[in-house]
């Protein structure tokens, strides 16, 4: 038989009710209530893990991935609401889900079927085993968990939505870190195509270079070549003439040193 104090379509999550429905609901749902947080500290189905890493700030990466409406801080507020209206404080959820965040997510066959579906999606599998693990005897698991049975019920959907959020970050976040893979490839590929240009860049200076100085040797020998030489190969004129030239400098030379003494 479903509790009074807990709609049948579940707990409302976009508001608060009243404190005095609220205290109602702070005492007809007390050991519901506890059992539940006993469910979050033994990370049940990995339950307090999925609720850190949605409804509390986990790190800038982490928020970039998510959009309007499934913000740490929007999911935040859904718990808040749900939990204000389950009868309970904040304070003791959030100590729930820090003692069990990091625990290895345990017994997920004691959840519903459509949570423990969705938990398949994200690849939390939850060991469901007949001996204790991490301190936690299957025991005690299944009857907190039935104990827990209205409280699971009343917020079945806003797990099913919050397991949905952190389903939509792991995608978002493996296309962002798949998105800069491929940018930082194609950035090494760019830089590696601009050294390569300017490595063949260099060697075509220094090709061009080499080929210009060899082409003004040869013009410089041809032309001397050219000034002394006719085509057959027989001293020129002009190479008669610069021959000529340099005899006559010579004996200027000669005349002037023995002039000198």
């Known amino acids: 038989m479903s509790s009074p104090y807990v709609p049948l379509n579940g707990v409302r999550t976009d508001g608060q009710n009243s404190l005095a429905k609220h205290r109602v609901a702070q005492v007809g749902l007390l050991l519901p209530r506890q059992a539940f947080r006993a469910i ?14 949605t409804a509390f700030e986990v790190s800038p990466e982490v928020t970039a991935t998510q959009s309007v409406d499934n913000f740490w801080w929007d ?10 209206n389950l009868g309970g404080t904040w304070g003791d959820f959030i100590s729930a889900v820090n003692a069990g965040k ?30 204790s693990i991490s301190g ?3 025991v005690t698991a299944s009857v907190e968990a039935a104990n827990a049975a209205v409280i699971i ?14 389903l939509d970050n792991n995608i978002k976040k493996k296309a962002l870190e798949s998105g800069q893979k491929q940018t930082e490839e194609q950035n090494k590929n760019a830089e590696r195509r601009m050294q390569e240009a300017h490595q063949l860049a260099l060697e075509r200076a220094r090709a061009e270079e080499e080929r210009k100085r060899k082409e003004l040797e040869e013009s410089d ?5 050219n000034l002394i030489t006719n085509e057959d190969g027989s001293i020129s004129q002009a190479g008669y003439g610069v021959a000529g030239v340099a005899v006559l400098a010579a004996l200027m030379i000669g005349t002037k040193q023995k002039s000198k003494k």
């Open 102 to 131: 990091n625990k290895k997510p345990l017994f997920k066959n004691l959840l519903p079927r459509k949570i423990g579906e969705k938990l398949d999606q994200i690849g939390i599998g939850g060991y469901n085993s007949e001996t």
């Open 40 to 53: 979050l500290a033994f990370n049940i189905g990995g339950l307090a893990s999925v609720i850190a890493q």
């Open 221 to 225: 020998y041809l032309s001397l070549e």
């Open 75 to 84: 999911v935040q507020a859904r718990w808040r609401n749900a939990w204000w």
């Open 136 to 138: 936690v005897d299957p």
């Open 153 to 166: 019920q009343a917020v079945g959907a806003l797990l099913i939505g919050t397991l949905g959020v952190l």
